[in-house]
């Protein structure tokens, strides 16, 4: 009781934080409601009613359902559902036809074996991984509109009329959403990928400056700030929201500073270099926990180099994130990475001279070398993600 | 042209491979097709559409929606969309009373306000993580059921009546739908979860037992199986796969050897453990290729241990996803992946004293040390996965 209670009472600060984190998640939601409310007119205006009748509520149906966060979502399945209507709606047609010519005993025989025969392999075909991505709801449309038309028209002769008025309301509703989707605040699936890539590598950046920080830092220092740490996790499982973001992204039309026929796939190919660089990364975070750890002198010596090479990398890194966000060469960037591999190849180098004559316990170093060669492993990584963008 | 037609010839080659990679797709189609048949029986026999009407096609709306692969999603589904059904309904009904008070021509604007209202509500609520999880389904049917309701309520009077068809419809084919979906070859999210956690640790046991082989082989070897060595990509990208058939398995009734309550947080919890290691071999995949390698004396003298330590997780792991498929304490695993950690031991030691004697290259050695702690890394992330089992 107490427990529900207090739930209840951090309702609205969770409400406000969800707001505050994504202002567009307050203006989606209002855009909705906007397009919901205008739909609904077809149901108040009395003419209206006259024409289309019960099949209004499609158009209803139609908003609710079709209308995504991002303007790429929204058309892919408006475009989806209004081509699936239309398709399966002359298919039901013919279906229905079909079945009327045996007369009226084999009907309902030959109009059964119909929807199974299509319900069964239209759901196979949506296991298809290609299909899956991109057509799936408009398969399963194509499924509804194909049961409805064709069974529904055994009852009634008026299925020309009917799909007429599904059709004419469903391309009502998707224009609805489609259009205040897009003229009213757009938010574009082919901006979130962009900044999605962007930020990313800036993740990466941002923890290998931690990394520094923290894998040098005295035992008096104070505890650092953790969480610059954990910014990379995030990264690692990107792939999915990405790969959808793409597909979007292809429905949307010209917009802002991307064209048609922007090269999404490239940003996919960034996006998974940089999490192949994430997977170094994280295994760069253990040799931050304690049992580890080098012995201090060993780790002094090497401090000043290993700090270099992040620094520049972290330095590269921001630059290739700027460089995506404004779409210019990044020049500056690869400057800064070649200096990163310098960096570690004299890290390497000194390892092997210096280091190699004082100590007498090989054991002790091989967390340090790890260290370092993973260190080394990222410097390669962004090289990669640097030739591509 | 000839492109189009190459596609076409290949179809049924595809379709046939997507059969047989997993049968129950098969199975899982002729289900929906005789769901969707079923239901159809309802336009079809005369007294059930004089006491429906039209709403009848709301029960073939309801099967084809929810009808989903496994028993959770499919369950999950069905009970999200009768319960909001009966929510929003009972709401839209309350609605529509609330409007029918100030007279005719306040109706309008109260209605559209509150759509307006509801509509933008919802909406932001589907964003709440948690929602977004588990009932976001719900979430959308509620919207729509609600301004169906309440809007069509203002045409005519028999709203109580469209609300009693439209929900008695929707739960015969929300029965129907899980109904066909429980009793005919079910396909259980948990038993999937299940498979998917362990075969995920099989993946890095196949791995392993691969990387011993291409390290160490010699070049006049044939050419190993890249395959092998593939299998634990689709472990990096498991989380999003993971988590939703956790959430599916929530509402799975008793089936097999699985209760209620069955734990399937703990999945989780294994699954992102097997993640963890899947990094650091997809680290250690990295030293398989040519440029990284390490000089051919210094490898064959680290062979036997390295192969031994391997070997040694391989067993372990192997152990591990047995004992997780036969839901028994993995002892044995445990013994394998003890053995693995002092075989680990060994050959730190090894490089540690016989190798650094003879050596008087530094660098040459770093890639065969860093392999071998990454190594070590996968040994202490493998007897991680064991405790948690």
Known sequence: MNR????????????KKLGKDDPRRIIHSLKVGLAITLVSL????????????????????????????????????GLNRGLATIVAGTLG?????????????????????????????????????????????????????FCLISVSGYRDDEVLDMAYQRVSTILIGGFTAMLVCIFICPIWAGLDLHNLVANNIEQLACFLEGFGLEYFKTSEDEESNKTLLEGYISVLHSKQTEESLAIFARWEP????????????????????????????EALHDYLNTENQTPQEIRSKIQEESIKVSSESVKGLKELAMAIKTMTTPSAAILHITRSKIAAKNLKFMLNTELFKEISDLLEVIPALTMASLLADVVSCSEKIAESV
Chains 1, 2 share one sequence.
Not at 112 to 131: D, K, N
């Open 4 to 15: 529900g209670w207090g739930k209840l009472k951090a309702f609205p600060g969770k409400l």
């Open 42 to 77: 077809l149901y108040y205006f009395e003419p209206l009613y006259e024409g289309f009748g019960v099949s209004a509520m499609w158009a209803v149906m139609t908003v609710v359902v079709v209308f995504e966060f991002s303007v790429g979502a929204t058309l892919s399945k």
């Open 93 to 145: 047609f013919g279906a229905h036809r079909l079945a009327d010519l045996p007369g009226e005993r084999g009907e309902p025989i030959i109009l059964g074996l119909l929807v199974f025969l299509q319900a069964s392999m239209m759901t196979f075909i949506r296991f298809f991984p290609q299909m899956k991505a991109k057509y799936d709801y408009g398969l399963l449309v194509f499924i509804l509109t």
């Open 254 to 281: 010209f917009h802002g500073r991307f064209r048609f026929g922007h090269p999404w796939k490239q940003y996919l190919k960034i996006g998974s270099l940089t999490r192949k660089c994430a997977y170094r990364i």
